[in-house]
């Protein structure tokens, strides 16, 4: 299988098996989309025959290019995942948490996936006891595995300070003798920030990741404190002191989120660079129609030259020297992620699961609140293994759209929530996602070869 699409002046084709992605001249790809997989030494002749307007030399020297790639396992090569998909182990070691510390937010989001915050179940915080039979969980679970996550999440996980303090200090307590080495992220919608929190993420924080929509005016009319002021002006100074104090070498990220009521967003990730982030990411909202703010098929036009925009910009400010790394358009062409990884995706419900105040394992915090996804508690170390089989044995053969799509290695099958929530099914695709993974690719593709080019 392979994929062929042009972009602003150049022409690729990408050999989806290998994960080879070519950089050809015209001719080469007016010939690429008339090959079989079968090709042959000799350029056949209805090859010269259906491109009259090229020189019959050209079209031959362009055939025997490609075929040398065909030679190579790099053009039409076979599909030899699909055997190593039956082999994978279900029972992998659980490695990560999504430890929801707050179910309650300060601010009440348009678009929140979780009700405000306390995601339909009540506002409350987790207790200590809860984080730490977590940890024990996790580390009980993890096998050999020496890495373990655990991701600080709400609503607003600041409202949960204490619990995040205690739980960082209780992990670290056990790597010696558990043999673990615990690495944790936050996500902050960076209301309660203030120098102490601020300098105890930095210091104790692997990732922190910071919810900032764009522009003021896009950003206050969806993300609004509970008195109904906007967050703007309060969050971005104190998301930029944090980055500024922060060790260049970890991982942050300025996260948000573009509606209907923002189609141009290319805008509001020039705005959060503008504010001083260097890397970000401004993801595509999942929302039920008719709710105002959720996006159609009928956007995907306009934000297919969106994205187009944000391409050019990107490269625009890297050529002036600027650093700007977004989230989408980060594709490893070399060596990409393992091949589970790629065949399966996140991991969620069994390498990966969240955690709920009150103990409650999901798969992961888009299913929680969905008692029919509840997988176990903490506090009496349960976890349905066979929910946790379940998931672990989806990938992208076992969703029949996946098989034929070239982006598959890419997206892994896509989400499962999403799927779920937009398709009503975690094995049907969510098509208009789908769409929007493979134009990001497709930009990210464009803009690594127009880099190398300049």
């Known amino acids: ?240 002191a944090l ?8 991982d942050y990220y300025a996260r948000g989120t573009f509606t209907s009521k923002n189609l141009d967003f290319a805008s509001d990730v020039m705005s959060i660079a503008g504010e001083g982030f260097e890397r970000l990411s401004v993801e595509p909202v999942t929302s039920e129609p008719g709710t105002g703010y959720d996006l159609s098929v009928s956007d995907l036009p306009a934000i297919f030259a969106e994205y187009d925009r944000l391409t050019d910009l990107i490269l625009e400010k890297r050529r002036q020297g600027e650093k700007l790394n977004f989230f989408h358009f980060m594709v490893d062409l070399d060596q990409g992620p393992c091949v589970i990884k790629r065949l399966r995706g996140c991991g969620a419900g069994y390498e990966y699961v969240a955690v709920t105040p009150e103990g409650d394992i999901y798969p992961c915090h888009q299913f929680v609140g969905k008692e029919e996804y509840r997988q176990g508690s903490v506090l009496d170390d349960t976890l349905d293994e066979g929910l946790a089989r379940e998931f672990a044995a989806k990938n992208i053969y076992s969703r029949k759209k996946c098989r034929s799509c070239w982006a598959k290695f890419y997206c892994s099958g896509g989400c499962n929530a999403a799927n779920l929530n937009m398709s009503g099914d975690m094995d049907e695709p969510y098509a208009m996602g789908c769409e929007m993974e493979k134009k990001r690719l497709e930009c990210a593709i464009y803009l690594k070869a127009a880099e190398q080019e300049a």
């Open 243 to 250: 980055v500024e104090q922060r060790d260049p070498q970890l």
């Open 1 to 240: 299988m392979i994929h062929r699409y042009t972009m602003k002046g150049m022409y690729f084709i990408l050999d989806v098996n290998s994960g080879a992605v070519h950089l050809v001249d015209e001719v080469a790809y007016a010939v690429s989309g008339l090959l079989t997989s079968d090709m042959g030494a000799q350029c056949p002749p209805r090859i010269f025959q259906s491109l009259p307007q090229y020189p019959r030399a050209e079209v031959e020297a362009a055939y025997t290019e490609l075929y040398g790639l065909y030679l190579n396992g790099q053009l039409f090569s076979k599909d030899d995942y699909l055997e190593v998909a039956k082999y994978i182990p279900a029972g992998a070691p659980v490695k990560a948490l999504c430890l929801h510390v707050a179910h309650d937010c300060n601010l009440r989001c348009q678009y929140c996936f979780a009700s405000t915050g306390d995601f339909g179940t009540g506002r409350k915080t987790m207790p200590f006891e809860v984080a730490k039979a977590a940890v024990d969980f996790v580390v009980r679970r993890s096998g050999k595995r020496k890495n373990i996550e655990i991701d600080f999440f709400g609503g607003e996980p600041l409202m949960a300070f204490d619990t995040v303090q205690k739980t960082v200090e209780y992990a670290r307590s056990l790597e010696e003798s558990a043999g673990k080495h615990f690495r944790f992220t936050i996500t902050t919608n960076g209301l309660l920030l203030d120098e102490e929190k601020a300098r105890y993420i930095n210091e104790n924080m692997d990732n922190v990741v910071l919810s900032l929509d764009g522009r003021r005016e896009v950003n206050d009319e969806m993300r609004k404190t509970v008195s109904g002021d906007g967050s703007y002006d309060l969050i971005v100074p104190k998301f930029r």
